[in-house]
């Protein structure tokens, strides 16, 4: 399963909550999901934000690590090299989300399926 994984706070040995789909830091709080990504031993913070009209918004990336994708972007209007990941949302029964990030424009959108 799932490798170890540090707080990127305050460096604690974050622990698995599989009920709610996130790491937990038992220090400080710190709450990030477990995404697939944790398994090829990637580093992937992200800040998640919840707006009501716009749904979820990530709006801190690192991305660096992240593969990448041949999709189209509505900021470019054309077909781009774009990083994409998967975010579980909060309720842990719900489907994971697939976000681009486009690699022309920075512009990030999730994909309806
Ligand atoms: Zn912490
Ligand atoms: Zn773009």
Redesign the pocket.
Known sequence: MAGLKFCPKCGTLMRPDRKRGVWVCPNCGYEEPITDEDKKKTRITQKVEHRPDEGVVIVDQEVETLPTTRVY?P??GEV?EAYWWEVQTRAGDEPSTIFYK?K??G?VWRSYE
């Open positions: 972007c900021k470019c781009v486009c022309k424009c512009y």
